[in-house]
């Protein structure tokens, strides 16, 4: 069975997605009345739900049924910028912005190289543990790469001070050391800062890249680094 492309599956969600789409029930049915009498009309009538709820048309989230990284269990990429599509217009009408937040485990593979893969998965997995710990209800968690990507819908202004106030929380549950067995070793996180106030085009997706970018940044920055995304980010013009 051919997959829907991950753009196609977000356009189709946002045109026939959503409760907007309620209002239009009665015109669909009336309509098939007419052009078919009651058997159309019942047929239209068990159809539209179905329908509605493939794509998510009855609340305000994306449909997150999406592959998932098998380590952790956590949604991945595509599917957090599902949610931060869904999320937008959540965070608007009560007066907050959207943001993700992404982090990158330092010597990741350095690790690995030392300590072996086993090590490597037990870091991944309680990092996703001391994650979540700081999160709220509404928050949504990604495996991304060699670390994880943070979805908030709930965002006060100011926003910059707020997520970098996030930034540091979120590097402090690294402080302690990960163990399997009798081995130790310390890591440190970098991170990537965008919220919808920092980027051009109010989309998920936009966010996301945005998050992204400056989180190469970071990395390229050396351990520990964070950076928050501006339009036209460059080494040089990255905000600690």
């Known amino acids: 069975m051919m997959k829907m492309p991950p753009k196609a599956r977000r356009a189709i969600h946002r045109a026939v997605g959503g409760s907007h789409m309620l209002a239009f029930i009665p015109v669909f049915t009336l309509g098939a009345y007419w052009a078919g009498g009651e058997f159309a009309l019942m047929t239209v009538a068990l159809a539209l739900p179905v329908v509605f709820a493939l794509f998510g048309g009855f609340g305000e989230r994306p449909d997150l049924k999406t592959e998932r990284d098998p380590l952790t269990g956590l ?8 949610w931060v599509e869904g999320a937008m217009p ?7 912005q959207v943001a993700v937040v992404v982090m990158s485990i330092d010597d990741l593979d350095a690790i690995e190289e030392r300590f072996g ?4 998965d037990t870091v991944l997995r309680e990092a996703c543990a001391r994650i979540k710990s700081l999160m709220r209800d509404d928050d949504m968690l990604a495996r991304l790469g060699s670390g994880f990507a943070l979805g908030l819908q709930n965002v006060k202004p100011p926003e910059t001070d707020t997520l970098l106030q996030l930034a540091n929380r979120l590097q402090s549950v690294f402080e302690e050391p990960f163990s399997e067995g009798p081995t ?7 991170l990537g800062i965008a919220a919808e106030a920092h980027v051009k085009g109010k989309a ?11 989180s190469e940044l970071a990395a390229m920055s050396g351990p520990g680094s964070v950076r928050v995304y501006s339009q036209g980010l460059s080494s040089d013009r990255a905000h600690d």
């Open 117 to 120: 893969r086993s090590m490597r």
């Open 204 to 214: 998920g997706a936009n966010v996301f890249a945005g998050a992204q970018r400056a």
């Open 90 to 96: 959540v965070a608007r009408k009560r007066e907050r």
């Open 75 to 82: 949604v991945l990429r595509d599917s957090l910028i599902d």
């Open 184 to 190: 130790r070793t310390y890591c440190s996180l970098s």
